[in-house]
């Protein structure tokens, strides 16, 4: 299995939408970066981790589980680099790769080093995209490929002329 540790708040920082979200209010990025990756893991079918220091959240430690999401936010005086380097050294094994979304270079050298790769803030935001416009393609052909009617009829009666066409009861 393919596993993605994002660095929270540097991808926060680093993407537009979510900087203006962040200005007005951190909370608000904080989501919109967890429903993005959440169509992600859906999408790539990838285990994904998205870690937030705790700096900018005081308090004690905190796991969550949001759409899907597992969501960190670590200890007062750990940070999200240190989370990461742990959860690559603990996670990583011959089965799964470890990717890690950061545009920090100094934590891409040291996530290297424990054997994971890394995906930049910018690719990350790119591939999820991506990944939307597949997402609204498929569904708009899904949407093209219903049998429609010129005859404006309820629901109830469209049910009806759909079981008849099926040859059904």
């Not at 750990?78 to 545009?103: C, F, H, M, P």
């Not at 995209?129 to 498929?138: A, F, L, S, V």
Request: charged share 40%.
């Amino acid at each position: 299995m393919d596993i993605l540790l994002v660095d929270g708040y540097n991808i926060i920082g680093d993407w537009p939408e979510l900087q203006k979200l962040k200005k007005d209010k951190l909370a608000d990025a904080r989501d919109r970066l967890i429903e993005r990756m959440a169509e992600y893991q859906s999408y790539k079918g990838w285990r994904v981790i998205i870690i937030f220091d705790a700096h900018l959240v005081p308090g004690i430690e905190a796991k969550d589980r949001r759409h899907d999401i597992e969501v960190i936010f670590t200890r007062e005086s750990e940070t999200a680099d240190e989370r990461i380097e742990k959860l690559a050294d603990s996670l990583g094994n011959r089965r799964d790769q470890i990717y890690v979304a950061t545009s920090d270079m100094t934590e891409q050298r040291v996530i290297f080093g424990k054997g994971a790769l890394r995906i930049s803030a910018r690719e990350l935001e790119i591939e999820t995209e991506e990944i939307q416009r597949d997402i609204t393609k498929k569904v708009k052909e899904i949407q093209e490929q219903r049998a429609f009617s010129k005859i404006l009829l309820s629901d109830e009666i469209a049910e009806i002329f759909e079981k008849w066409r099926r040859g059904q009861k």
